[in-house]
């Protein structure tokens, strides 16, 4: 077939190599936006037991913008509360709720419910997904990616073409070895994880409300439900004299009763009995070409805080609003390839934080537990201490290098109240709404019904004669039909050809923003980052950047 005849035909404009949660999040979300969309999945069903199974808030706003969050939580635990003990003498619990968000709380399920509910969304949106095949080849052109797969180890194969092709198939994955974008794991010798899924009884709290976790000596263990009336037990500890083998259940219910200090502690009925060692990395990049990586086909996520699946949360929603507006012709260049530069570096930062949490929480000596077991007794925040991270939730995930940020408030005259800057989310606040009390955030997700629309907030700084300047920037992006502003008003009423009114009397919404006394506008991306600041006299800088960041063609249609 000529690169022309190739150009012309294509199975799908998006494939997606990989049916596990990042897999099928992504192929919800190309769907979410319209772009026609088939998943190949190697497995032909999905798995009887969870590996991954919690869902933390950012990655909860995230899925709610795409439309999936809500099924989710049906099928989840929501979780309040996260108890810790050092050595025995139990720490502060940690509220895991106390955060601005419209989910606090995390959720708990399992990963094949997560697969299953998926699965059917995908399928009421119209996805496509095929079973049973192995890619055994990808390779690109100008105009595509043919990918070809393959039946059986011996089967027959079939060669297949789309536009562009995101590889969620895992670590152990066949996409990214062929891109050159493999990397050698570094290992930690001498630990070894050992888990199992079973119904629990013991003299704790078998709501599934709350999480424990146990810093023992040269170990930690953690016990976390998991759905239909199952807990999760899992041990990382020193390998020393543990057969290298999966545990049996009297050997992980012993093991179990020494660490939690309750000799009552009961298992029975497992689903799951495993044991793994601990490696790590990142890809050097996240995309070659018209090919990207989701989830665990970019990187090894160590089993700190359960980062990893939610991480490629974040990666499938991020591609999909990209590709979306490519495909739509909405989009410069800049636009797709700022995936790598923003989704590899954040992987990179969360792998060294995983990896300082690791080391911190298995290998421990004397010295170190001793001094922790004093710390326990003070420090109310020791948990996330030792965990690498006190953002457990993801809120903090922020793309400071980004391509497509853009700040003209920052400066010596903002340190006192900074307020986010470009590449951090959008921070939720409270606004009032045609009398009715609402939040910042059905303004900027899908804003107007534009799967990919931009948010333009138009902040007044409750000056009196801001109107005239906030109608002229909303002016400047009107040939941008993606661009959807919004008035945030403190002060006295403007009116913008339709454009919505969200009053800010009390200013709960500037303050969030830092932009008390001050016009401004704040350009807020799909995935609700902030991508531009600049005060509101200054129409013609936003103006050149959507020239910078949208489609010539996207610009001539209005």
């Given at each position: 077939?000529?690169?022309?005849?190739?150009?012309?035909?294509?199975?799908?404009?998006v494939?997606?190599?990989?049916?596990?949660?990042?897999?099928?999040t992504?192929g919800?979300?190309?769907?979410h936006?319209?772009v026609?969309?088939?998943?190949?999945?190697?497995?032909t069903?999905?798995?009887?037991?969870s590996?991954?199974?919690?869902l933390?808030?950012?990655?909860?706003?995230?899925?709610?913008?795409?439309?999936?969050?809500?099924?989710?939580?049906?099928?989840?635990?929501?979780?309040?509360?996260?108890?810790?003990?050092?050595?025995?003498?139990?720490?502060i619990?940690?509220?895991?709720?106390?955060?601005?968000?419209?989910y606090?709380?995390?959720?708990?399920?399992?990963?094949?419910?997560?697969?299953?509910?998926l699965?059917?969304?995908?399928?009421e949106?119209?996805?496509?997904?095929?079973?049973?095949?192995?890619?055994?080849?990808?390779?690109?052109?100008?105009?595509?990616?043919?990918?070809?797969?393959?039946?059986?180890?011996?089967?027959?194969?079939?060669?297949?073409?789309?536009?562009?092709?995101?590889?969620?198939?895992?670590?152990?994955?066949?996409?990214?070895?062929q891109?050159?974008?493999?990397?050698?794991?570094?290992r930690?010798?001498?630990?070894?994880n050992r888990?199992?899924?079973a119904?629990l009884?013991?003299?704790?709290?078998?709501?599934?409300?709350?999480?424990?976790?146990?810093?023992?000596?040269?170990?930690?263990?953690?016990?976390?439900?998991?759905?239909?009336?199952?807990?999760?037990?899992?041990?990382?500890?020193d390998?020393?004299?543990?057969?290298?083998r999966?545990?049996?259940?009297?050997?992980?219910?012993?093991?179990?009763?020494?660490?939690?200090?309750?000799a009552?502690?009961?298992?029975?009925?497992?689903?799951?009995?495993?044991?793994?060692?601990?490696?790590?990395g990142?890809?050097?990049?996240?995309?070659?070409g018209?090919?990207?990586?989701?989830?665990d086909?970019?990187?090894?996520?160590?089993?700190?805080?359960g980062?990893?699946?939610?991480?490629g949360?974040?990666?499938?929603?991020?591609i999909?609003?990209?590709?979306?507006?490519?495909?739509?012709?909405e989009?410069?260049?800049?636009?797709?390839?700022?995936?790598d530069?923003?989704?590899g570096?954040?992987?990179a930062?969360?792998?060294?934080?995983?990896?300082?949490?690791?080391?911190?929480?298995?290998?421990?000596?004397?010295?170190?537990?001793?001094?922790?077991?004093?710390?326990a007794?003070?420090?109310?925040?020791?948990?996330?201490?030792?965990?690498?991270t006190?953002?457990?939730?993801?809120?903090?995930?922020s793309?400071?290098?980004?391509?497509?940020?853009?700040?003209h408030?920052?400066g010596?005259?903002?340190?006192?109240?900074?307020?986010?800057?470009?590449?951090?989310?959008?921070?939720?606040a409270?606004v009032?709404?045609?009398?009715?009390?609402?939040?910042?955030?059905?303004?900027?997700?899908?804003?107007?019904?534009r799967?990919?629309?931009?948010?333009l907030?138009?902040?007044d700084?409750?000056?009196?004669?801001?109107g005239?300047?906030?109608?002229a920037?909303?002016?400047?992006?009107?040939?941008?039909?993606?661009?959807?502003?919004?008035?945030?008003?403190a002060?006295?009423?403007?009116?913008?050809?339709g454009?919505?009114?969200?009053?800010?009397?009390?200013?709960?919404?500037?303050?969030a923003?830092?932009?008390?006394?001050?016009?401004?506008?704040?350009l807020?991306r799909?995935?609700?980052h902030?991508?531009?600041?600049?005060?509101?006299?200054?129409p013609?800088?936003?103006?050149?950047?959507?020239?910078r960041?949208?489609?010539?063609?996207?610009?001539?249609?209005i």
């Amino acid at each position: 077939m000529s690169r022309k005849a190739a150009s012309e035909s294509y199975d799908a404009d998006v494939i997606v190599v990989g049916a596990g949660p990042v897999g099928l999040t992504t192929g919800c979300a190309l769907r979410h936006h319209g772009v026609d969309c088939l998943i190949l999945e190697k497995r032909t069903e999905v798995r009887a037991y969870s590996r991954a199974n919690n869902l933390w808030a950012r990655p909860q706003e995230l899925l709610a913008s795409i439309g999936l969050r809500d099924a989710l939580a049906e099928r989840a635990y929501p979780i309040r509360l996260v108890n810790f003990s050092m050595n025995g003498t139990p720490t502060i619990p940690i509220r895991i709720d106390d955060v601005d968000s419209p989910y606090p709380q995390v959720l708990y399920s399992g990963q094949d419910v997560i697969e299953t509910t998926l699965i059917e969304t995908y399928a009421e949106r119209g996805g496509r997904l095929e079973r049973g095949g192995k890619v055994v080849a990808v390779a690109q052109d100008e105009d595509g990616v043919s990918v070809t797969v393959r039946r059986g180890d011996d089967g027959p194969e079939q060669r297949l073409r789309c536009r562009y092709l995101v590889a969620a198939d895992g670590a152990k994955g066949t996409v990214r070895p062929q891109l050159g974008l493999d990397f050698e794991p570094e290992r930690f010798e001498g630990r070894m994880n050992r888990q199992v899924d079973a119904k629990l009884s013991w003299r704790r709290s078998l709501e599934p409300d709350q999480l424990w976790f146990f810093y023992y000596e040269r170990g930690f263990c953690g016990v976390m439900p998991v759905w239909s009336g199952y807990h999760r037990l899992f041990f990382l500890a020193d390998d020393a004299d543990v057969p290298d083998r999966d545990p049996t259940l009297d050997e992980i219910q012993a093991v179990a009763r020494e660490v939690t200090g309750d000799a009552t502690l009961t298992l029975t009925d497992p689903q799951w009995l495993t044991h793994s060692r601990f490696q790590y990395g990142v890809s050097p990049a996240y995309s070659q070409g018209r090919v990207f990586l989701a989830g665990d086909a970019g990187h090894l996520s160590l089993p700190i805080g359960g980062q990893g699946m939610n991480a490629g949360l974040h990666d499938a929603v991020e591609i999909a609003w990209r590709l979306a507006a490519t495909l739509r012709g909405e989009a410069a260049p800049v636009l797709l390839g700022s995936y790598d530069a923003e989704r590899g570096g954040e992987h990179a930062r969360l792998s060294a934080q995983q990896a300082k949490g690791f080391r911190r929480t298995v290998y421990r000596g004397p010295v170190t537990d001793a001094a922790l077991g004093l710390a326990a007794k003070v420090m109310p925040g020791i948990g996330a201490l030792l965990q690498g991270t006190d953002d457990l939730q993801q809120l903090s995930v922020s793309y400071p290098k980004s391509p497509l940020n853009e700040d003209h408030l920052s400066g010596v005259s903002r340190v006192l109240r900074r307020g986010p800057g470009p590449g951090e989310r959008a921070p939720e606040a409270e606004v009032t709404h045609d009398g009715q009390t609402t939040s910042l955030f059905p303004f900027l997700y899908n804003p107007d019904e534009r799967t990919t629309g931009w948010a333009l907030l138009c902040f007044d700084g409750r000056s009196p004669e801001a109107g005239a300047s906030l109608r002229a920037a909303i002016a400047a992006v009107a040939p941008w039909d993606s661009v959807r502003p919004r008035l945030v008003l403190a002060g006295p009423v403007v009116e913008a050809a339709g454009t919505p009114v969200l009053s800010d009397l009390d200013g709960k919404a500037h303050g969030a923003y830092g932009l008390d006394g001050q016009p401004a506008l704040v350009l807020v991306r799909p995935d609700g980052h902030i991508a531009f600041r600049d005060t509101a006299e200054a129409p013609d800088r936003l103006a050149a950047y959507c020239r910078r960041v949208f489609s010539d063609e996207a610009e001539a249609r209005i």
